[in-house]
């Protein structure tokens, strides 16, 4: 990541739903990161159709954090995946970092993904299943559970990666423009399909074991969302049978 002058070297797009009670921590934490490591980015918060004044929280600290913070909004809630789509639309970054508004991964595990992007790879997935992962809080054993299935379908049918599914993922610019201008779905499959646009484009994929922890108000509704998330990887199937992802 050779950066130019005037160029920021990062961009750190979060989406955020009803999160006014709780971002404003996770900012700071993510402003005092970057403060520390002198590096030249923004942040990228994209209000996904929040009606607890989410944005508003997000300007009212945004002067205090000594870094750039831009709100898009999304109009309406339309669902994570269009809201991160929104977001890497935005991002003017050389590198793009996906992050969950929880911090669920801590920002500081960006030192172990930005290597390998700087040597060659132009995706890097955070990931809680390789050997080195470090769960701190574990998820409750139902959601362990539904997110073990979700992993075994989406290796079957659609990419094989360890964990589709953490919120925690690292793009070269030019692989997120690529590769979010094609994305079909805003619900929870939707890192399903980004991770098997990555391979269907050709962009090197890399893994990195990272520290995480379940963090309570999930905006997960259990039942509903595993069989809309399960259908949404036969669509990725579909949709790359019918020529959708060509351009």
Same mark, same amino acid.
């Given at each position: 990541?050779?950066? *130019?002058? %005037?160029?920021? $070297?990062?961009?750190?797009?979060?989406? +955020?739903?009803?999160? !006014?009670?709780?971002? &404003? /921590?996770?900012?700071?934490?993510?402003?005092?990161?970057?403060?520390?490591?002198?590096?030249?980015?923004?942040?990228?918060?994209?209000?996904?159709?929040?009606?607890?004044?989410?944005?508003?929280?997000?300007?009212?600290?945004?002067?205090?954090?000594?870094?750039?913070?831009?709100?898009? *909004?999304? %109009?309406?809630? $339309?669902?994570?995946?269009?809201?991160? +789509?929104?977001?890497? !639309?935005?991002?003017? &970054? /050389?590198?793009?970092?996906?992050?969950?508004?929880?911090?669920?991964?801590?920002?500081?595990?960006?030192?172990?993904?930005?290597?390998?992007?700087?040597?060659?790879?132009?995706?890097?997935?955070?990931?809680?299943?390789?050997?080195?992962?470090?769960?701190?809080?574990?998820?409750?054993?139902?959601?362990?559970?539904?997110?073990?299935?979700?992993?075994?379908?989406?290796?079957?049918?659609?990419?094989?990666?360890?964990?589709?599914?953490?919120?925690?993922?690292?793009?070269?610019?030019?692989?997120?423009?690529?590769?979010?201008?094609?994305?079909?779905?805003?619900?929870?499959?939707?890192?399903?399909?980004?991770?098997?646009?990555?391979?269907?484009?050709?962009?090197?994929?890399?893994?990195?074991?990272?520290?995480?922890?379940?963090?309570?108000?999930?905006?997960?509704?259990?039942?509903?969302?595993?069989?809309?998330?399960?259908?949404?990887?036969?669509?990725?199937?579909?949709?790359?049978?019918?020529?959708?992802?060509?351009?």
């Amino acid at each position: 990541m050779a950066q *130019s002058p %005037g160029h920021l $070297r990062l961009s750190v797009v979060v989406p +955020a739903f009803n999160e !006014a009670g709780r971002i &404003g /921590e996770p900012l700071r934490r993510i402003a005092a990161y970057l403060r520390a490591r002198a590096l030249p980015a923004e942040v990228i918060v994209v209000d996904d159709g929040s009606t607890d004044g989410t944005a508003e929280v997000v300007r009212r600290i945004a002067g205090e954090l000594a870094i750039a913070v831009r709100i898009v *909004s999304c %109009g309406r809630n $339309r669902g994570k995946g269009r809201a991160v +789509a929104i977001g890497m !639309a935005e991002a003017r &970054g /050389e590198a793009v970092l996906m992050s969950d508004a929880d911090l669920s991964t801590p920002i500081e595990e960006l030192d172990e993904l930005l290597p390998h992007l700087e040597n060659g790879a132009q995706v890097v997935i955070g990931s809680r299943r390789l050997p080195g992962a470090d769960i701190e809080v574990r998820q409750p054993r139902l959601r362990q559970m539904m997110g073990s299935v979700f992993t075994m379908l989406t290796r079957a049918l659609v990419v094989d990666v360890t964990d589709a599914t953490c919120g925690f993922k690292l793009f070269s610019h030019d692989a997120a423009r690529a590769i979010f201008s094609r994305l079909t779905l805003d619900d929870w499959s939707f890192d399903a399909e980004v991770l098997f646009l990555a391979h269907r484009l050709g962009f090197a994929v890399a893994e990195v074991p990272v520290r995480w922890r379940d963090v309570a108000g999930t905006r997960v509704r259990r039942s509903r969302d595993a069989l809309v998330s399960a259908l949404g990887l036969l669509r990725i199937r579909w949709n790359a049978f019918r020529g959708r992802y060509e351009r």
